[in-house]
């Protein structure tokens, strides 16, 4: 007996058990001779014996099933390291991903107005004419809805031609101040160098009551925000029309390539224009049941900045998914 249970406890694989096994209770095995002997005993010797012998083999299944258990394990064990991958390995063939350009460039533009305080609005992307046009002082007909092409659904949506909407949206649900920005895709019917029909806006919009933002307040965080993005460059205002502001400026930046002295990119202006900005029209604070307030708005286009930033000459090949072009911005 003393044997038998060193051999289970030394015994070092399952097929070791096995062989085991089969020896203590098989159909030729220890226990099955045993039994066999109860057949010459008297009954009184039968019940002790019979009563020893199942008692032992209980033990003994209890042994082999305890060691069973353990050589799993250690066969479970054994094979995960075997097999098992070692992630902090280092793979000289993987390929690291990597943010895209435009969205890197959203990044930075959120970056900067987060730390100024402005809060992230958003809104849908299928939009109706009213928070897409109307309510921005663009009635119906009115020849400014030309400058942006619009695509339309059958049931008279759109898909939203700018952030604005947003502005709209954020202003029916909240009372002023608002200081917030609104970046996401906007559609167009454009394609070109510099256009595709989908790409990105950031637009901003600062509420306050009436008196309490100036122009001047505008500037400083335009100027501020160009020279984070572009480094030190100059900025100008120059008179323009929108819509929804009065009096509106667009904002132009010394040119970063030729610094000002005259090259194709700004054809030879020595400015690059990269933002739309005024102060709000009277108008759409009607529209959206606003009172003795004031305040100013922005937007820009952001693959123009990334255009601009990472010199890429044409606009479509940031959206064909070329792994090429991609790879570069690692
Ligand atoms: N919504 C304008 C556009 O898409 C941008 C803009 C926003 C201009 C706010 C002025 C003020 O063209």
Known sequence: MKKIIKSVNSCESLKELEAIRVSLFG?????????????????????DFAQNLNRD????????????LELEAEAIAYEMKKDGVDVTLFNKDSNAGAIHPVMDTMDKI?????????SIEEGPLVEDDFHNFEALNLPKYHPARDMQDTFYFEDGMLLRTHTSPVQIRTMLKQKPPIRMICPGAVFRRDYDLTHTPMFHQVEGLVVEEAGKVSFANLKFILEDFLKYMFGDVQVRFRPSFFPFTEPSTEVDISCIFCKGEGCRVCSHTGWLEVLGSGYVDPNVFKAVGYENVSGYAFGLGVERFAM????????????????RLLEQFR
């Open 27 to 47: 159909k030729k095995g220890y226990f099955a001779a045993e039994f066999a002997k109860m057949k010459s005993l008297s009954d009184e010797e039968r019940k």
């Open 57 to 68: 083999k209980e033990d003994f299944l209890t042994l082999l099933n305890n060691k069973k």
């Open 110 to 118: 959120i970056e900067y107005f987060v730390a100024m305080n402005f």
């Open 308 to 323: 601009l930033l990472h010199k890429i000459p044409d606009l479509r090949s940031l959206f064909e998914g070329d792994l």
